[in-house]
């Protein structure tokens, strides 16, 4: 089955410690995506990727960083810098990185801090 | 700075009612529009898409679309309890991204 997986589905991180999201998509969506939400939120887009080998800041960037080596892969790292990473993080996907393309998300990924 | 504006709910309606779900956008550029149902504790799933002024109709799911007045909307036919959910607006503008809504509760009542 086509579709994307997002692991671990829960994370504890402790203070002080980065941690790794990841995220594959088999669906050959050129385009990635990653997201936050917070209760009564709605997502907030972290950073994309419309190619291997490029990426963009999002809206909420800083703490964070990402890499594309792969077309099927698009890691988040959550670093010590970003104070308050407790919260449901949604990777998604699109055919090509048009916003008339429609996203497909993983099943998230909750990370708390300790 | 692009919104896109959604009233929070919780909206709730008796079994077999339509429901009626509503979002604004601050773009005139907006181009592409999605509706998104959320389950609790899960990833939102898409609905319906829709990119031209009318209606689109999708079983029981129709999506309305005005451009001129900045406003596209969900009806949800025949309700069911199986449909409450948080429904995220997404719009899409003149670049990459796409903007959400915060989400409209829905709670249908057997």
């Known amino acids: 089955d086509g579709g994307i997986t997002q692991s671990p589905k829960y994370l504890f991180r402790k203070e002080g410690q980065n941690v790794t999201l990841s995220c594959e998509q088999n669906?050959?969506?050129?385009?990635m995506y990653w997201y936050r939400q917070d209760p009564g939120q709605g997502l907030r887009l972290i950073y994309y990727s419309q190619i291997v080998n490029d990426f963009q800041k999002g809206d909420i960037a800083e703490g964070y960083s990402v890499s594309r080596e792969k077309k099927e892969s698009f890691p988040l790292t959550v670093t010590s810098a970003q104070k308050n990473p407790t919260a449901f993080y949604l990777c998604?996907?699109?055919?090509?990185?048009?916003?008339?393309?429609?996203?497909?998300f993983g099943p998230g990924t909750r990370l708390t801090v300790l | 700075q692009k919104e896109v504006e959604q009233n929070s709910g919780p909206l709730s309606v008796p079994e077999g009612a339509i429901a009626s779900l509503n979002c604004t956008y601050s773009d005139r550029g907006s181009q592409s529009f999605f509706w998104y149902r959320q389950y609790s504790g899960k990833s939102p799933e898409l609905i319906m898409s829709?990119?031209?002024?009318g209606d689109k109709e999708d079983g029981r799911f129709t999506a309305q679309l005005n451009k001129a007045s900045q406003y596209v909307s969900l009806l949800i036919r025949d309700s069911q309890p199986s449909d409450s959910a948080t429904y995220l607006c997404?719009?899409?503008?003149?670049?990459?991204?796409?903007?959400f809504g915060k989400g409209t509760l829905l709670t249908v009542n057997p």
């Open positions: 669906l050959n969506h050129d385009a």
């Open positions: 997404a719009v899409g503008g003149s670049n990459y991204k796409l903007t």
């Open positions: 829709i990119y031209s002024n």
């Open positions: 998604a996907s699109s055919r090509k990185g048009s916003s008339t393309d429609t996203q497909y």
